[in-house]
């Protein structure tokens, strides 16, 4: 029996996670890559994926500078750009009823919105994060918030690529919003955004702060302290596959899925 093999779309194949995605993409049997899609006037318009990410063989998928070229002969578009980027795909995959898997970050809330109303018409997923050891790291955040953070201060520091453009990161976010929610506080009351000046540190605060340096991959540390001990936990991220293999487990996962909006912890719990 013939297994049907699901046919995606990359969106900005040229950037890490899109490279990282096609390569992740090409080495797993239940996907089919049938091209990419990037900026007008890129010089790798018109070249195949394989040599264009480095997967060494001619994979018969180009890139296009048009996403409505190729949209129609794939089944999921899997995106990793910039906001405005992914919100005019969102557009697009919704005209012609295409999944759509997003781990771009960098959205407002009115855009997160948006793209889980898009639910109503397409299969979606928005995920800040689609590495499984991070969401174990998360759980292990949320334990130790529950069991100590009433008494800590809490200190995110994430260091990223100086490319990258929005800060805090998504995963720093979605951290601190497990904190918060374990700890019955609203975010957007006790963060902080890096420090300067004079003052006391307010009592249950969450404090961000940001590196943007060379092309350091992603690494997030998150300090507990106390008046006489600290606890810190750390995950650090090498290079950008565990999260194109978290992307193309996803779209496995929406394969088969009604229009509706769901989460790579559906994806991770499976």
């Known amino acids: 029996m013939e297994v049907k093999m699901i046919k995606v779309l990359i969106n900005g194949p040229n950037g890490k996670m899109g490279r990282a995605i096609a390569q992740s993409a090409n080495k797993n049997p239940k996907i089919e890559i049938i091209g990419g899609v990037g900026p007008v006037g890129r010089p790798y318009i018109g070249k195949d994926l394989g040599i264009l990410v480095g997967l ?58 948006q793209i889980k109303e898009a639910g109503q018409y397409i299969p979606i997923l928005l995920a800040s994060n689609t590495s499984r050891v991070a969401h174990v790291f998360f759980e292990i955040v949320k334990t130790l918030t529950e069991k100590l953070g009433k008494n800590a201060d809490i200190d995110i520091i994430e260091i990223h690529d100086n490319k990258k453009i929005d800060a805090p990161s998504g995963t720093a976010k979605e951290i601190a919003s497990i904190i918060a929610d374990q700890l019955g506080i609203k975010l957007e009351n006790v963060a902080e955004y890096g420090r300067r000046g004079k003052g006391i540190r307010p009592s249950q605060s969450i404090c961000f702060s940001s590196i943007r340096s060379g092309g350091f991959p992603t690494s997030h540390k998150i300090i507990f302290g106390f008046q006489n001990e600290k606890i810190e936990l750390q995950l650090d991220g090498y290079n950008m596959h565990p999260y194109a293999d978290g992307i193309i487990d996803a779209a496995i996962f929406l394969s088969d899925k009604k229009p509706g909006f769901y989460t790579i912890e559906q994806v991770f719990s499976e």
Do not use: M, N, P, W
Request: hydrophobic share 30%.
């Open 56 to 113: 060494g063989d001619i994979i018969g998928a180009k890139v296009y500078d048009d996403i409505d070229q190729i949209i129609e002969q794939c089944d999921i578009v899997l995106d990793c750009t910039r906001a405005e980027v992914t919100l005019k795909t969102l557009e697009t995959c919704i005209e012609h009823k295409k999944s759509l898997i997003t781990g771009t970050t960098g959205f407002s809330d009115k855009e997160k919105r």
